[in-house]
């Protein structure tokens, strides 16, 4: 089973700054990584796909990057609605499919 | 618009059973892989179970194995979960996900894109 790991656990960033929120895989997964946003009370969001793909109706300040073990999320300017745990997850390497166990953005 | 829509969550008691559906609009339901992820009161998400488009393959995190069954009803585009001996341990959110397919390396991979806003399971005498 591959193991994902996030950090950090938390980020405090101010409104229109930029975050950086990292993900690494136990072994490869090529480039077969998503994250997905959650904010309180809701469903999970896919955000990025392929390491680096947007979803349907993402805005371009999210960014993905990355490949093999290390990953990394970028939210270039953040908005008030960003403000949210963000998960990673391996589909490379099926069952199972993995996730991180999340980094949380909140306002500093 | 592409919809997934939980429902059948409930309290149930430990070793007890429950079926968990999930109502799938806006696409062609036929054609997805389809998976159950869960997550336990504030904790992360956790993939449950995958079903392929036919419903001939199914895929369980160890945990689940030999207690959950994940189906589907093509015609009626819905999912399935069915629990039985339930444990404290599988309260939880059960959210269904749809899975597009993607062909690389000579290998298919899924990944989740659309979700429902889940249904709460709570597992308590």
């Known amino acids: 089973e591959i193991v994902m790991t996030q950090s950090p656990a938390t980020l405090s960033v101010s409104p229109g700054e930029r975050a950086t929120l990292s993900c690494r895989a136990s072994?490869?997964?090529?480039?077969?990584l998503a994250w997905y946003q959650q904010k309180f009370g809701q469903a999970p969001r896919l955000l990025i796909y392929g390491a680096s793909t947007r979803a349907t109706g993402v805005p371009a300040r999210f960014s993905g990057s990355g490949s093999g073990t290390e990953f990394t999320l970028t939210i270039s300017s953040l908005q008030s609605e960003d403000f949210a745990v963000y998960y990673c997850q391996q589909y490379n390497n099926w069952p199972p499919w993995t996730f991180g166990q999340g980094t949380k953005v909140e306002i500093k | 618009e592409e919809q997934l829509v939980e429902s059948g969550g409930s309290l149930v008691q430990p070793g007890g059973s429950l079926r968990v559906s999930c109502a799938a609009s806006?696409?062609?339901?036929?054609?997805?892989?389809m998976s159950w992820v869960r997550q336990a009161p504030g904790k992360g998400l956790e993939w449950v179970a995958t079903i392929k488009q036919d419903g001939s393959e199914e895929y369980y995190v160890d945990s689940v194995k030999g207690r959950f069954t994940i189906s589907r009803d093509n015609a009626r585009s819905s999912l399935f979960l069915h629990m039985n001996s339930l444990r404290a341990e599988d309260t939880a959110i059960y959210y269904c996900?749809?899975?597009?397919?993607?062909?690389?390396?000579?290998?298919?991979?899924?990944?989740?894109?659309?979700w429902g806003k889940g249904t709460t399971v709570i597992v308590s005498s």
């Open positions: 072994q490869s997964v090529y480039s077969d």
């Open positions: 806006g696409f062609s339901f036929r054609t997805y892989w």
């Open positions: 996900s749809r899975n597009p397919e993607l062909w690389l390396r000579a290998n298919y991979y899924y990944y989740m894109d659309v």
